[in-house]
Every structure is written in structure tokens, then in C-alpha cells.
């Protein structure tokens, strides 16, 4: 329902909640100094690094660090969209929200929703009575005791059964006066082929309702008694139910997952249901799908560490390829926000013993052999790279194979400085120069656009972009004097901008931004600028304009800091950022080129270069002086 809201609402929401009011009711906090703090509810910790400043309006936690403004932790802490929480606030502060008159499309659209979550919820009840009650119903029942499930599990996840006949369901939906066609929309009952009127689409099943993070169920499983095909049918896709983005046990998971920061992510239902019943409760189950960003971008709401289950080798491989880009976008992103993060969020594959899957290992070997299991499994790209290695071994021919394998998942990682780590393990790994993997991999990630901007010209001598890129991963890599150090700048220099508004007129004049390796940062520059920055609620504006959770994160923890700057400190900075900026650009290629000179014994190159870089110092000097003098 995006959209309903009228803008001027959202700016009376905005300046009425109190983001300690709000933060308050789910965290203890504590007054410490201009801000409050208190233990993370995002991550597990004992002492407080959860901090909230009144006066900015914002949260940072310098654990995790998550961050944002009261919208983002509502919608974090409690799994809302944007418009349900401008809601819940709107009633808390008693703002009216005069809903636009709904289109007809619109309303029918709606009630069209609310007809389909209401149909799946009394066919929920109609199935776990029928699971609950009679002779019908006790096949089912003994199957479930077969299969170790407890009545426990039962209740909670409202297991059920349906009834084996063609009409039972709809004869039950019938005696209710409900639509036929509403419920064919649901997919639980289907158009006969030959003749007209309908039949039941789960007939002598156990049946597994859906149920979403927001308590709304929104399709079912149904799995056969016997040996019969097909194993499990699913809901098919309806307006309410996406199996892309729906996973089962969420409702079960969340807090779970929140309070233990991983989450199990595991194929079946039966296999999730096993893991729960054995006190592994912060686990869900993908529904007959592949896992998909818009599951790892729920799942991130909830835990910061993923383990990715398979009972064998090659699912564990075919899915390890396969989300690679997606973990590395949604998911390990998250935590480059924060570099004072010591839990970083991570992925991992866990390969159960041949012949187990996550049911039938737990039932044999119990939950303590699985979570040892689980806590040594590998790294998503490790857990690839020794797969390959023991698949090819590491003959000449071996190591070729082997680099052809994995050259397209390390190109799927978009971040560079983790890229360059994993070429570098595994350059040592099978003994291959790292530029010859690297050589391999930029071939294949030419065309993706996440390019560093370098600020040297095209026509430099001598460059060619291949070698500066190549270079400059391998300083990101290895710092300390890297892109690591630049970075850190751009963010002081940021955070500067955020504090310390005075220095803005001349980040302007002297275009640094320009200078800036980072696209996010540079972008979070160039909002600050276009907002008027004398305003109070710059940080709150810098938020609304921020187009995700991330950049949020950022901007809190920027925001966050307690330095006192001055003018001349402020002038230092970057004068500092200008000169190691250039001589990072173009002294990092230039010695490349002058030790090349030296290699090749071409001493006129060599005479060259050395003035070049003469010159390049003495310019460099020119425009420190310049900031400097300033003042
Ligand atoms: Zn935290």
C-alpha cells in the first residue's frame, strides 16, 4: 500500500516521534553524555555499543552497525514496510492520516488481498481440524509420529491434514458462502477440465500452511503419505504468495534468528521442522526455490550470519554459484559499513554427511553434533575453492581448470577489497601468480559498471587501465597504505561535513569530492551540499534521501561521532586527503612503471619517469600549500 501517505503527513510523522520514545519501549537505555545508549537489539552483546542521539534523531550501533532514523529501526525491529510504520507512528502521536480515496483498482486490488489471506487462514483451521480429529485423519496423524514430529511441533506450526476426496474443501468453503472463483484464485481449488465446477488441489496430504513474517498465511505445502508422486505440492504463485520471496518458518525464526545473529537456511519443510523440534529454532525453510536476493534481503532484517544447508556436494555447489552475487550485494555489503565491526556478517555452506540430510542428521547424531558442524563449515567462496581443488587437484592442468571454475564467482564479488583477498588466498592456495587470476577475472567483469573512478586521465602514458586497476586492487588488499587509508579519509572528511557544516564552502571550492574513490560517500557528499546545511535537521533530511538501508547505516554512524573539529583541523584534512589522494592515483602507477623501467634495464624511460614523478610531487605540494595557507 506504498504510497497512500501524503508527503506533508510523512514530514508531520517525522518531526512528532522522538526516536528515544520509540527506542525506549524495546531497548533499556541509559543516559550517557549528549546521547543514550543501550544493549543492540540487532545483534547479541553484553556491553552497550547501541547508541541513540536525541539531538540528531538517530541510532548507530557500533557493534553491528546498524543505523538510521526512527522509521528505519521500526521497520527493522519489528519487520515493517515504510507505510505500516508511518501508520503505527501516525497513531501513536495522533497525527490523522486522511487516506487518499483508493482508486477502484486500488480497492479492489486490496480487498482482493484481504479475501485470499482470509480464505488461507480458514483453510489452515480446516486442515489442522481435519489433522486432529477422526479416523480420516489418523494416517496423517501416524505419519507424523513416524517421522518424529511432536505434537508440539504440530500446534505451533499448525501442521494439517487434507482430507482425500475431490471436494472436501470446497464443500467446506461452500457451506460458508464463499466465492468459488475467489478461492480458485488461491489456488486451492481448481477448475474441472471436462465438465463445470471444481475440485480440491490437495487431496490425502499432510498439509504445511505458509505463514509470513507478519503472522499472514499465505499458501501451503502438502506432502503425500506414502511413496507417492508427486512428493510436495505447492500453493501455485497468487497475489499473496511468492515463493521467491517467502520462506517457511520465518514467523517461528525471526526473534530466534535475532537473538542467536545466524540463521539456518535449510531445503525442506520436514528438515526445518526436525531443526526446531531439536531446539534449532532459528532456521527456515525455501519453498521448492532456489534461495533469491529478495530471500537473503529478508533474511538480513534478521541475522547478520547465514549457513546455507545441503545433503550433498553438488547442491551445495550448484547454490554456492548460483547466489554468490546475490550474498555479496544483500547480504556482505551490510558490514563493510562499519569498520569497527568485529561481527562481520558472513555466509557459509555446511555439507552434511553423505547419505543425511538436516532430518535425518539431527534425529541420528543431535543438535549439538549439527551445530559444531555448523560452526566449522567453510565460507561461501572458501567452501567453493576447496571444492574445485579436491574436484581438479593441482596438476598444470588442475589449476587451469581450476581458475576456469571459479573465475566467475570471484567476478560476482562487487566488493573489491574482499575480491582481492579471496585472488590473493587462492593465488597461494593452488601457487599461481595473483595477477594472472586477476588478468582473468577483469576480462570477465569488464562490462559490470562498478568501476572505481580513478581520477587519472585517460591519455597518461604508458597506462593501460588493466595495470592500474590490477594495482589497485592489490594495494586495496594489502594497506596498510592502500585504498583503505583513502577511504577512512573520505569517511572523516564526510563526517566532518555532517559536524562541522563551516568547512562545506570549501569541500565546494576545492572540489574534493571529485577526488573520492568511494561512490557512496561521494554521493552522501554531494546530498550534504545540496542540502542548505545550516538546517537542524540535516541529518534527518540526508536519510530520507538515502535510497536504502545501508547508506542509512552509513550516514547514522558518520553522523554518530563526537569530534570537536575547527577550522584549521578541518583544513588539515584535506589538504592531507588531497595529497595522498593524487599521490596514490598517480605515484601507485608511476612507481609500477618505474620499476618496470628498471626490470627492462631502459634507462632514458627510467630518467624519465623519475622527473615525471618529480614534478608530481611539486605539484602536490602547490595544492597542500594552497588549503593550508588558506587560513
Ligand atoms: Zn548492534
Not at 46 to 74: A, E, H, M, R
Not at 125 to 153: E, M, V
Request: net charge positive; with cysteine; proline share 4%.
Amino acid at each position: 500500500m506504498a504510497g497512500f501517505i501524503p508527503e506533508d503527513k510523512i514530514s508531520e510523522i517525522k518531526y512528532a516521534a522522538d526516536i528515544v520514545d520509540i527506542v525506549s519501549e524495546a531497548v533499556l537505555l541509559k543516559k550517557a553524555g549528549k546521547n543514550f545508549i543501550g544493549l543492540c537489539p540487532f545483534h547479541t552483546e553484553k556491553t552497550p555499543s547501541f547508541t541513540v542521539s536525541p539531538d540528531k534523531q538517530i541510532f548507530y550501533c557500533f557493534g553491528c552497525g546498524s543505523g538510521g532514523n526512527v522509521f528505519s529501526f521500526l521497520m527493522k525491529q519489528e519487520g515493517l514496510s515504510f507505510p505500516e510504520t508511518a501508520r503505527r507512528l501516525a497513531k501513536r502521536y495522533g497525527i490523522d492520516l486522511p487516506i487518499k480515496p483508493l482508486s477502484p483498482d486500488q480497492k479492489k486490488k486490496i480487498s482482493e488481498r484481504e479475501g485470499l489471506l482470509d480464505i488461507n487462514r480458514r483453510a489452515m483451521d480446516f486442515f489442522n481440524q481435519a489433522l486432529r480429529r477422526g479416523t480420516a485423519g489418523q494416517a496423517a496423524r501416524s505419519y507424523l509420529a513416524h517421522r518424529g514430529i511432536s505434537q508440539k511441533t504440530i500446534d505451533d506450526f499448525k501442521l494439517g491434514y487434507a482430507p482425500d476426496g475431490w471436494d472436501r474443501l470446497l464443500n467446506y468453503f461452500d457451506s460458508q458462502r464463499v466465492s468459488p472463483s475467489l478461492i480458485e484464485k488461491s489456488g486451492l481449488i481448481l477448475p474441472r477440465k471436462k465438465k463445470s465446477g471444481y475440485y480440491d488441489r490437495f487431496r490425502n496430504r499432510i498439509m504445511f500452511p505458509i505463514i509470513d513474517a507478519n503472522m499472514q498465511v499465505i499458501g501451503f505445502g502438502g506432502r503425500v503419505l506414502d511413496d507417492s508422486l508427486p512428493k510436495y505440492l505447492n500453493s501455485p504463485e497468487t497475489p499473496v504468495y511468492n515463493k521467491g520471496r517467502s520462506l517457511y518458518g520465518i514467523q517461528q525464526a525471526k526473534e530466534k534468528c535475532r537473538a542467536a545473529g545466524t540463521v539456518f537456511i535449510v531445503e525442506g519443510y520436514l528438515d526445518l521442522l526436525a531443526l526446531y523440534q531439536h531446539g534449532i529454532e532459528n532456521s527456515v525453510a525455501t519453498l521448492g526455490t532456489a534461495l533469491t536476493s529478495d530471500h537473503v534481503r529478508l533474511l538480513t532484517r534478521y541475522a547478520g550470519r547465514m549457513v546455507l544447508v545441503y545433503d550433498s556436494d553438488e547442491a551445495g555447489i550448484r547454490s554456492a554459484q548460483r547466489c554468490i552475487g546475490t550474498f555479496w550485494k544483500e547480504h556482505v555489503d551490510f558490514r563493510r559499513q562499519d569498520v569497527f565491526s568485529e561481527e562481520k556478517a558472513d555466509t557459509h555452506i555446511l555439507v552434511l554427511p553423505a547419505g543425511h540430510d538436516p532430518d535425518s542428521y539431527v534425529f541420528k547424531h543431535g543438535p549439538e553434533a549439527f551445530l559444531k558442524a555448523a560452526s566449522k563449515s567453510p565460507g561461501i567462496i572458501t567452501f567453493l575453492m576447496n571444492r574445485a581443488v579436491d574436484k581438479y587437484g593441482l596438476s598444470t592442468e588442475g589449476k587451469i581448470r581450476i581458475i576456469s571454475e571459479l573465475q566467475q564467482s570471484l567476478a560476482a564479488i562487487n566488493d573489491r577489497v574482499a575480491q582481492a583477498l579471496y585472488i590473493k588466498q587462492l593465488a597461494e592456495r593452488i601457487g599461481i601468480a595473483e595477477t594472472a587470476i586477476l588478468e582473468r577475472i577483469r576480462d570477465i567483469s569488464a562490462d559490470k559498471s562498478r568501476r572505481i573512478s580513478t581520477g587519472v586521465p585517460t591519455n597518461t602514458p604508458l597506462s593501460g587501465s588493466k595495470i592500474r586497476d590490477e594495482k589497485e586492487s592489490v594495494l586495496e588488499a594489502m594497506g596498510p597504505e592502500g585504498i583503505f587509508t583513502g577511504s577512512r579519509i573520505e569517511r572523516q572528511i564526510i563526517a566532518m561535513m555532517i559536524q562541522f557544516p563551516e568547512i562545506l564552502a570549501d569541500v565546494n571550492n576545492y572540489k574534493v569530492l571529485e577526488l573520492f574513490n568511494d561512490d557512496t560517500l561521494k554521493g552522501i557528499g554531494e546530498s550534504i551540499l545540496e542540502i542548505n546545511p545550516t538546517s537542524a535537521d540535516q541529518v534527518s533530511e540526508l536519510m530520507s534521501q538515502a535510497d536504502d538501508r545501508q547508506t542509512q547505516a552509513l550516514i547514522a554512524s558518520l553522523a554518530m561521532g563526537d569530534e570537536s573539529w575547527n577550522r584549521k583541523g578541518c583544513l588539515r584534512l584535506l589538504g592531507k586527503f588531497v595529497e595522498s589522494g593524487r599521490k596514490l592515483r598517480d605515484g601507485g602507477l608511476l612507481e609500477m612503471q618505474i620499476k618496470a623501467a628498471e626490470k627492462i634495464n631502459d634507462h632514458a624511460l627510467l630518467l624519465k619517469l623519475l622527473a615525471q614523478k618529480q614534478k608530481m610531487a611539486e605539484r602536490s605540494e602547490k595544492q597542500k600549500m594552497a588549503i593550508l595557507n588558506e587560513n
